[in-house]
């Protein structure tokens, strides 16, 4: 693994950052919302409903931000489709599992359930688009110039510290 930081991460961080405080905010939002229109059905259903859509898209970032630490690793663009690419289909599986398991469940209020998670979606692309707005990212990253042009240098000639060979 790589100490150096790809340009992105700390992009990835701010938005981890700002969407778990968003997600807070959400939650008692969809908490009260859910407890005034359903009780304790309501209540439930409403934070339930936060807490899944947040896990869920942390993951993509986590995973983003995991598999950045083998930037400059001979197989780091492997390493990083197979971990992200791997945390989709965790989320996609473990998605319809918690779906099909609390479908039919009583204390689930299904309306409030949906539109929480909905809200949680929305909320984490309002997030998304601030940071990304917001941050400065350069358009080329994570790249190095060569320091001398090789057709620069006589043939034979060693080049030296401040430049080709003079001769």
């Known amino acids: 693994m790589s100490p150096n930081p790809v340009s992105s991460t700390p992009i990835l961080r ?6 778990a405080v968003a997600t ?9 919302i859910g407890f005034i229109v359903a009780q304790g059905e309501g209540l439930v259903s409403g ?7 947040a896990v869920f898209l942390g993951i993509t970032g986590a995973s983003i931000l995991i598999a950045n630490r083998w930037y400059g690793e001979p197989l780091y663009v492997q390493f990083f489709f197979a971990i992200v690419l ?3 289909l965790l989320k996609l599986i473990v998605f319809f599992l918690v779906i099909v398991v609390l479908k039919d469940q009583p204390w689930i209020e299904p309306v409030i359930f949906f539109i929480s998670i909905v809200a949680g979606v929305l909320m984490s692309l309002v997030v998304d688009a601030l940071v990304v707005s917001t941050m400065r990212l350069p358009n080329v990253s994570d790249s190095s110039l060569p320091t001398e042009v090789p057709e620069d240098v006589a043939p034979g000639a060693a ?3 401040d430049g080709p060979s003079r001769s």
């Open 14 to 19: 701010t938005t981890l950052i700002w969407s």
């Open 159 to 161: 080049p030296t510290e």
């Open 86 to 88: 791997g945390g989709w």
């Open 47 to 53: 934070l339930l409903g936060v807490l899944i859509a």
């Open 24 to 32: 807070a905010v959400l939650a008692v939002a969809a908490g009260v």
